[in-house]
């Protein structure tokens, strides 16, 4: 069974920077996208940042040279490389994925807390 793993987040004063890991394990043939997206109190969910299998990246506009997605094939493990910091980007960091094993299917982390505060 497929599964995905978040890491790197916690506190961080603004102007600051944090490196987001999402780690997948299980039976799998290929990780095609990641995403990766960010959840504030009381807002919906946001799209922030999407690699493709190529390993090209789109980013939203709010977050556009300051943020900055990558993968490691190898070690099926994407990041999300996070600078300059603002207050607003605090928020529950969740990655999902299109994997491929018996089938394409799509996956969701857990999340990890970002908390961007002085």
């Known amino acids: 069974q497929v599964r995905l793993v978040e890491s790197g987040g916690g506190w961080v004063l603004p102007g600051g920077s944090l490196r987001l890991s999402c780690a997948a394990s299980g039976s799998m043939f290929s990780i095609n996208a990641v995403e990766w997206y960010r959840q504030a109190p009381g807002k919906q969910r946001e799209l922030v940042a999407t690699i493709a299998s190529g390993g090209s990246g789109n980013y939203a506009d709010s977050v556009k040279g300051r943020f900055t997605i990558s993968r490691d094939n190898a070690k099926n493990t994407v990041y999300l490389q996070m600078s300059s910091l603002k207050p607003e980007d605090s928020a529950v960091y969740f990655c999902?994925?299109?994997?491929?094993?018996?089938?394409?299917?799509?996956?969701w982390g857990q999340g990890t807390q970002v908390t961007v505060s002085s």
């Open positions: 999902h994925a299109y994997i491929e094993s018996n089938v394409i299917d799509d996956y």
